[in-house]
């Protein structure tokens, strides 16, 4: 910055005078400042109601998903024995449910031997190991020891091996192996006759192969693994043991849960009208302006989706125009939504299949409306994703302008800063040359 002689000969406030010349000459700058901060302010608005438009389209899609909408209280009598799941498609009614078996994987384990890692002592040669119908073929050398045979056999696809310790005082090393999977279909067979020389392991059969039996109402089910899915449609069991009784499971259609998923949706909406009103709202008295006050892509929005929220569209199974207002949906004087559960209870219990249209046929008012928010709306080359990018680009045009802006003020005020200290140095050039001059003259006299 230039040196400024404020003042010094001048006897002006030179600084003052130049902070009021340059503060007059920034007033354009003050208002793109509030420019900046008003498109920011919006944009923070606009990213704001695009996530609450979201909230309302994820309660849609979750009413649209039939397997989903259908929630099921479920009870039984012994909670030990397995775990029951209903699904969407589950019936109610009451099931006795028997475990006779669990599926069990099998296991085989070989005598005992005095060493694990000597050599010498295990037969040699070919060892076949059949899984699952499926056989391969070891080969073990001299050298072979307990250890390197477990080893070889850990790597064959569908079991396990290891050497386990039992603690005996002379042969304490048994090879066990162990099956990967439960079921019978997944036996496990050795066929040693390959092998010659030393001693040739004897397996026994310690764990049996076996499928999981349960009985539904009399009906034999038989399973390769403990998670039976849709043992009676939409009932899935996760067993823990076998039973020594039957155990009864009774399954009823939950209203109060798809009310509460029902509720979601009019709440969602709720909170994104009044974000909505509140963002858009001009107050007389102070004249500030919401965020979105007059802001045109919002408000159009909210005008659609509000026409569709009361209109029907579409028809269910049975011919009749598919409608939110029909399940107790209604449109307060506030203009929120409100959902009559009674109403809704009673048509989820004398017309299932309509509650579940209105969210899920094709061309209903749910879907309609949630295909609406997706591509129109919120999709990367949706109205919202646009406005967004408009935005963005308008604060950061304002940034530039301002930052543009400053440097011209900066130049500006160097400018005035090097004309008053050049008007301060030649006012000091005068005054000496008129003190030389009235001294001059004065010695004359």
Request: proline share 1%.
């Amino acid at each position: 910055m230039p040196l400024t002689l404020d003042g010094i000969n001048s006897g002006l406030d030179t600084s003052s005078l130049i902070g009021s010349l340059v503060a007059v000459s920034a007033a354009p700058k003050v208002r793109l400042e509030q420019d900046q901060e008003d498109a920011q302010s919006t944009l923070d608005a606009v990213t704001k109601f695009k996530t609450k438009l979201a909230a309302l389209q994820t309660t849609l899609e979750d009413l649209a998903d039939v397997d989903n909408f259908g929630e099921f209280a479920l009870s039984q009598s012994d909670v030990t024995a397995f775990t029951a799941t209903a699904g969407s498609s589950a019936t109610a009614g009451t099931y006795e449910i028997e475990v006779s078996e669990m599926a069990k994987a099998e296991m085989e384990v070989s005598e005992g031997f005095a060493e694990k890692s000597d050599t010498g002592v295990l037969s040699f040669g070919t060892l076949s190991v059949t899984v699952a119908g499926e056989t391969t073929e070891l080969e073990f050398d001299s050298e072979v020891t307990l250890s390197s045979m477990a080893s070889a056999l850990d790597e064959v696809d569908g079991i396990s091996a290891f050497i386990l310790d039992t603690g005996d005082a002379s042969t304490p090393y048994k090879l066990v192996v162990l099956g990967n999977d439960t079921g019978e279909d997944n036996a496990i067979s050795f066929d040693t006759s390959g092998m010659s020389g030393g001693t040739t392991p004897t397996f026994t059969e310690q764990v049996s192969a076996q499928n999981a039996e349960v009985t539904v109402n009399g009906i034999e089910i038989s399973s390769a693994d403990n998670t039976l899915d849709d043992v009676i449609p939409g009932l899935d069991l996760s067993l823990t043991q076998e039973t020594t009784e039957a155990v009864s499971v009774t399954i009823n259609r939950d209203d109060e849960a798809m009310m509460d998923k029902v509720e979601t949706f009019v709440d969602a909406w709720n909170e994104l009208r009044i974000f909505h009103g509140a963002s858009s709202d001009y107050d007389t008295e102070t004249q500030a302006k919401g965020a979105l006050y007059s802001e045109g892509t919002t408000r159009g929005i909210m005008d659609t989706l509000g026409l569709k929220m009361v209109t029907t569209a579409g028809e269910s199974s049975s011919g009749e125009s598919l409608s939110f207002a029909l399940l107790g949906i209604s449109t307060t004087q506030t203009g929120n939504l409100e959902l009559d559960r009674s109403t809704l209870g009673d048509l989820l219990e004398s017309d299932y299949d309509y509650v579940a249209e209105v969210f899920s046929a094709e061309d209903g008012p749910g879907v309609t409306m949630s295909e609406l928010l997706d591509d129109t709306y919120l999709g990367s080359d949706g109205f919202l994703s646009n406005k967004e990018d408009s935005l963005e680009g308008k604060v950061e045009d304002l940034e530039d302008t301002i930052a543009s802006f400053e440097t011209r003020l900066d130049s500006y005020e160097a400018r005035l800063r090097e004309k008053f200290t050049t008007m301060e140095v030649a006012l000091g050039q005068l005054q000496s040359t008129q003190s030389y001059l009235s001294a001059l003259l004065g010695d004359s006299s």
